[in-house]
């Protein structure tokens, strides 16, 4: 069974679509090399905002998102329905680990997922279903954490410890924090050719613009965490508000530096 660890309130739904628009689609929209006519799976679409951004990019193309959870499938009905983009992509219910496609199984020519292999308990089921749902010659798309990889500087007090139980977090509920180096044996071993691998930057630093909401969202991913940390005994609820108070002094010290990629991996099928 998937557990997501950060829950699905109005707030972390509230951070995961401020994440989408802001920081990452267009990065990685770019990464993906569109030409306009594909046929695109996008496994765990979530609200469904990068969903929708490759429906805009595949004019000639046709776009489905499969997406588990009850409310995030609804929530991105409703955005689609009030931006006036209903049409642009076709939302279907699914599960990433039992995958039904009818007779669409082999016949996209990208699939493609987005922070879900680091919340499901047997990424390389989801992988091999990605791969069987391309034509051959079809790309498979892997973009996901490697919650190893992020430093801030200066750093707060006790932030490192905390970062450590969050991560520890995952791993006792079945999850992976570190799938992100991972995605290129996933492809390999799901069938497909690994082809290209990058970094996506999700950082920045003090005097940017974007970085009050990049702070504001690192803050939300372990805030929303919360309560699977303290009531799995890792971290100390009184050390972990001290933590956040420091966390937050930082955010706002005019030399803040936060460090952090996402993993993106692609392959093909033979």
Known sequence: MSIYIHGTDDSEQR??????????NSAML???????????????????QFTRTMGRAVPDGHVV?????????????????????????????GDALALELGDGWGTFDVAHTRFLLEHIPDPLAAVRSMVRAVRPGGRIILADDDHGV?????????????W??????????????????????????????????????????????????LAANMAGVVNSARDAIVSLRLFDADAYDRVMAEYVRWSQRPDAALWFSVAWAEGVRG
């Not at 992020?150 to 905390?162: C, F, K, N, T």
């Not at 995952?170 to 071993?189: A, C, K, S, T």
């Not at 290209?196 to 613009?209: D, K, P, Q």
């Open 150 to 162: 992020m430093r801030l500087w200066p750093e707060p007090a006790g932030w490192m410890s905390l």
């Open 15 to 24: 951070r995961l679509s401020l994440m989408n628009d802001v920081l990452l």
């Open 30 to 48: 770019r990464e993906m090399q569109l030409r306009g006519n594909e046929r695109i799976l996008d496994l765990g679409s979530g609200l469904g």
């Open 65 to 93: 998102g499969i997406e588990r959870d009850e409310a995030q499938l609804a929530q991105a009905l409703r955005l689609a329905e009030n931006d006036g983009e209903a049409k642009l992509a076709e939302f279907r219910a």
């Open 164 to 213: 450590d139980a969050y991560m520890r977090a995952y791993d006792r509920i079945g999850n992976d924090p570190f799938v992100g180096r991972r995605l290129v044996q996933l492809l390999h071993e799901a069938g497909a050719a690994p082809v290209r691998n990058t970094w996506i930057f999700f950082g920045g630093c003090a005097g940017m613009e974007t970085f009050p909401t």
